[in-house]
């Protein structure tokens, strides 16, 4: 109902009669679907004269450039490799020209809105102003409607929207227009039940790339030989040749990315520590709280712990004593997306947010637990190695707010910052299974098309998808691509154009290795960014949760797992006066030998095989796993 509310409790103050006749001529369409996304009906009955906040996404300056920006610091053959910008810098580079600022001023003087109503928010890049849904119809040539999912929830959007065609170039996207893709949840007085359930708004695939758990564990072995059945930090220090004591403390931060409520509990962490880590009994992340982030500790078990007490569990025992921050994000009522953590760290990120996808604070409810701050916005300077174990359906929003999120991602790597996700848990499928039907775009567990997830198909991140070690193998032989419980997420993007940095390395497993697939089952052109980039062991965690050790699989546990490693390069490579490793997939694509290449397994999903691991990069274990000795080589003589 959030919507409505937000309709009714404003002020009118346009009227229909100061909207311009329409031009139809010289249109440029911004966005538009064909079908409405499975859940939603037109419903009608909007009231015209109700007001809503509209936000004009500017296009920033510079974001053709933004692939040569980002290579120019992260290219190890460039003279200004590691040469990272600071937050001001890239937010002033970005930001929009004076023509993109002046031209969207101008058109909306021309649809006679007053300019006292338009508000340009530099940092942000966006124009903001408050309309009836009839002046904005006009505005954008478009047929706003009510729409009503299953749910109940109701939302005011349109199916396709306009701008004059001298307007298109100085735009990104409008809102509220198309995005409402993801189910909302209805609105529940009560916090705690509604926190319970898994869909919240623009809640990053909650129940997609989480841990699937396994038997629980009796007895831990202690034999390395046994890591093929029980996977321990001791198996991954073998597995990876991990063997350092990190030296720098202040400098470091490894940040794992949470979202409300998944928490995790500290007598877990205790519990794994005590039989796995004495060192780091009593230790806690040091927490960042954006939005009303709570480490709630009233729901447990497997569907409230288990994602948090693996990646903190593992990721302290990895790296203790270099500090490990925790990213805890969204109230227990409105829950959270990445580009609410993304707000958190960058402010210049603030005021895009989508209500559909995105928590919106202060939280507007009444319930118990809603957060009434300030929305988090450039609170805190981000770690240098981030990573999280959530992802979305590529086909769950909008390409645009996908370029948008990705083009940040770029923005951190120019920082310095390496951002970490997991690839996903299905295979070539989508989260839960669910795949493209190649005529109608729904998803199904019967449709054929491979679904990528998203921001694993972002180019500017680090992909991780998940190994094992084969039944009946050892931390000393190779690793497969893991096939038990869960399968690594690969394949190709639908939205991104595959970067520079992998083209090589795509070509060849295409020339070499080409899969027989067709343009029915995935984007086959070559020409879009293919993930994972790197792998890790995904298989048999021994985890505390609630108490006892259970066994958990996923790309959850790979990328932190990856992203540890990396926290321990930038320890190498501060204590040597050096900066942060930053953006790290140009260094790897170029430096394949520093990862173990992993060549057996598949990633079967949506009736298929899936790919295969083969030598070289392939779309279900990338480059391969960390090899931390050759890595801290590699990274320390950049
Ligand atoms: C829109 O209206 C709301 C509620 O009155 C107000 O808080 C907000 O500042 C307005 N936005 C703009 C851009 O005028
Ligand atoms: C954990 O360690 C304790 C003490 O060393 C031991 O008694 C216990 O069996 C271990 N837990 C498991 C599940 O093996
Ligand atoms: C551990 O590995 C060794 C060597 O392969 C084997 O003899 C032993 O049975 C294994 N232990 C368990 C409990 O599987
Ligand atoms: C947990 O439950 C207690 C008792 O019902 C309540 O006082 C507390 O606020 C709750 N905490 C959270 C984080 O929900
Ligand atoms: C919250 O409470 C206030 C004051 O009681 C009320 O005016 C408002 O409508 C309530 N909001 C919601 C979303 O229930
Ligand atoms: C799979 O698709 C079905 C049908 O669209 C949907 O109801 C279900 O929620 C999806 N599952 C996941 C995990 O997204
Ligand atoms: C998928 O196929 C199975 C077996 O043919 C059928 O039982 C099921 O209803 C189908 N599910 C959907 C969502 O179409
Ligand atoms: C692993 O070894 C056991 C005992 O030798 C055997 O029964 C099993 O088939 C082997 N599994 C594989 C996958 O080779
Ligand atoms: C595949 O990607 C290319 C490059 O972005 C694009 O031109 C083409 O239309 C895409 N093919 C399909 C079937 O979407
Ligand atoms: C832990 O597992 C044991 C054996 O399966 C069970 O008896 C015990 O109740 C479990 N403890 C908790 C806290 O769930």
Redesign the pocket.
């Known amino acids: 109902m959030r919507v409505l509310s937000f309709l009714f409790a404003?002020?009118l103050f346009a009227t229909a009669s100061a909207v311009p006749a329409r031009q139809s001529s010289h249109r440029a369409v911004l966005e538009s679907r064909h079908r409405l996304p499975a859940g939603w009906t037109k419903r009608g009955g909007l009231n015209k004269r109700g007001v809503v906040?509209v936000r004009i996404n500017l296009r920033q300056n510079n974001l053709e450039r933004s692939e040569e920006l980002l290579m120019d610091v992260s290219d190890p053959e460039s003279p200004n490799y590691g040469e990272h910008y600071t937050a001001k810098q890239v937010a002033d580079l970005f930001a929009p020209s004076k023509e993109s600022v002046e031209t969207v001023k101008g058109w909306l003087r021309e649809a006679s809105v007053a300019s006292h109503?338009v508000?340009y928010n530099h940092g942000q890049g966006s124009v903001?102003?408050?309309m009836t849904v009839a002046e904005l119809g006009e505005l954008l040539h478009a047929e706003y409607d009510i729409y009503e999912h299953d749910t109940g929830a109701l939302h005011v959007a349109c199916d396709s929207y306009s701008v004059p065609a001298t307007v298109k170039d100085h735009v990104d996207f409008i809102t509220p227009t198309l995005h409402f893709n993801v189910p909302l949840s209805k609105r529940d007085e009560n916090a705690h039940s509604r926190a319970s359930k898994a869909a919240l708004i623009g809640q990053p695939g909650h129940s997609a790339v989480q841990p699937h758990q396994g038997a629980a564990v009796e007895n831990i072995f202690t034999d390395l030989r046994n890591c093929s059945k029980q996977t321990t930090l001791d198996c991954l220090r073998a597995l990876y040749k991990i063997d350092y004591e990190p030296v720098v403390k202040d400098k470091n931060g490894y940040g794992i990315v949470e979202y409300t409520p998944q928490a995790y509990v500290p007598s877990d962490l205790d519990l794994f520590f005590k039989n796995f880590s004495r060192g780091t009994i009593g230790y806690r992340p040091k927490l960042v709280s954006f939005d009303g982030g709570v480490v709630q500790n009233n729901q447990t078990g497997f569907d409230f712990s288990s994602e948090s007490n693996l990646d903190l569990e593992y990721a302290i025992g990895l790296v203790h004593p270099a500090p490990v921050t925790l990213y805890q994000v969204g109230d227990l009522v409105e829950g959270a997306s990445f580009n609410n953590f993304l707000d958190g760290i960058d402010s210049s990120f603030c005021g895009g947010d989508d209500p559909t996808q995105d928590g919106i604070y202060p939280d507007a409810s009444n319930a118990t637990g809603s957060y009434k701050g300030p929305e988090d916005c450039g609170t805190t300077k981000p770690t240098y190695i981030i990573s999280t174990s959530y992802g979305s359906n590529e086909a769950d929003t909008t390409p645009a707010y996908e370029e948008r999120q990705c083009n940040e991602y770029m923005k951190l790597g120019m920082q310095g910052v390496t951002v970490l996700y997991s690839s996903g848990d299905n295979g070539v499928a989508g989260n839960g299974g669910n795949c493209t039907d190649p005529v109608t775009g729904a998803l199904s567990p019967n449709a054929t098309r491979f679904t990528p997830l998203f921001p694993g198909t972002c180019p500017w991140i680090t992909s991780v998808g998940a190994t094992q070690i084969n039944p009946n193998s050892t931390v000393f032989d190779p690793e497969g691509a893991c096939e038990q419980v869960i399968y690594s997420g690969g394949g190709f993007s639908d939205v991104f154009p595959m970067p520079e940095y992998q083209k090589t390395a795509v070509a060849k497993y295409f020339k070499d290795y080409n899969p027989p697939y067709t343009a029915k089952q995935y984007n086959n052109s070559q020409m879009t960014r293919g993930f994972p980039d790197i792998s890790a062991n995904g298989a048999n965690y021994v985890v505390a949760i609630n108490g006892n050790f259970s066994l958990v699989y996923g790309t959850s546990a790979s990328s932190p797992v990856a992203g540890s490693i990396f926290t321990l390069i930038n320890d190498a490579r501060f204590a040597r006066g050096l900066g942060p490793i930053g953006f790290i997939n140009p260094v790897l694509y170029k430096n394949a030998w520093a990862l173990n290449d992993i060549t057996m397994g598949g990633n079967q999903g949506c009736g298929t095989p899936g790919f295969t691991a083969v030598p070289g990069w392939d779309p279900v274990t990338g480059l391969g796993t960390p090899n931390f000795e050759k890595l801290r080589g590699l990274f320390l003589s950049r």
């Open positions: 404003l002020a906040p109503r508000k903001t102003l408050n």
